[in-house]
């Protein structure tokens, strides 16, 4: 399993570096809200939502809702959207230590997890479009956001498993321990210290990006947690299987859904 994971993503990395680097924003942008529908269309029967013409309606909406942000781009929208979507993560956390089972499979149970779906995936969009928009090296900025979350999943992997032995969320993720998060949490200020370096931040600043890459490893977990979480009421081991060996794209996603927001909205406040 391990090898097929690693063939898929040296197969898909040069292609998303590629866009990451080479795309202009609105390209990027599209491109970007493709692939999240595509979470969304796995979001929805994760929800419980069985039927192909309300799933379809509710993508038509979520790419309409991207269509009506991008026009509306210049103004206060987007960094509002990005502060819910990191209020919303500070909600998923708490829900996963006091509410984590008993969603039975009922009409509102279902219409509630599809609109945590929309304040997963909507201000993930947003956030990330910012990140990549925000400067000439906003393309570079995007890149050390996804590699301090792909770096913190590679650091939890191997911690965890050469020294896990406490569970982390034994209840919702038997894979996952302390040690995990520990190796997470090194790897990520790994890269953000290196990354913020060579694109020139400094002093404070750098400081402020190790600081903002722990927020960022801790709400990643959150995210794959809360994944988790959906394909144990849904009793399914993936999301999908669009990737051999990684599943489909909520499962490579969703840690990256919960870590845009928060990097972004730190990237703000940071002035970088």
């Not at 979470?39 to 979520?62: H, I, Q």
Request: glycine share 12%; net charge positive; aromatic share 10%.
């Amino acid at each position: 399993m391990l090898l097929q994971r690693t063939l898929t993503a040296l197969l898909l990395a040069p292609l998303v570096i590629a866009l990451i680097l080479l795309a202009p924003t609105g390209l990027f942008a599209a491109i970007v809200a493709i692939a999240f529908l595509a979470a969304m269309w796995e979001w929805t029967r994760l929800s419980g939502l069985k039927e192909t013409a309300p799933r379809a309606a509710l993508l038509v909406l979520t790419a309409a809702i991207f269509a009506l942000c991008w026009y509306a781009r210049s103004g206060i929208a987007w960094p509002v959207i990005i502060g819910i979507g990191v209020s919303w993560w500070i909600v998923v956390g708490q829900w996963l230590r006091h509410f984590a089972f008993g969603a039975a499979p009922t009409r509102e149970n279902c219409l509630i997890k599809l609109g945590a779906g929309m304040l997963v995936i909507v201000p993930a969009w947003i956030a990330v479009v910012t990140i990549h928009g925000v400067s000439e090296r906003g393309n570079w900025w995007t890149m050390l956001a996804l590699l301090i979350v792909w770096a913190a999943d590679i650091g939890a992997y191997f911690s965890g498993r050469q020294f896990g032995r406490r569970k982390l969320a034994p209840t919702i993720s038997p894979g996952k321990t302390w040690a995990g998060v520990y190796g997470a949490f090194v790897a990520g200020a790994i890269v953000a210290g290196v990354g913020g370096s060579l694109l020139g931040v400094s002093g404070g600043k750098l400081i402020g990006l190790l600081v903002l890459s722990v927020f960022v490893v801790v709400v990643s977990i959150v995210g794959d947690l809360f994944e988790s979480l959906m394909k144990r009421h849904a009793a399914v081991k993936d999301s999908g299987n669009l990737f051999p060996g990684h599943g489909g794209l909520l499962d490579r996603l969703d840690s990256v859904f919960a870590a845009m927001p928060v990097f972004a909205a730190g990237m703000l406040l940071l002035g970088l």
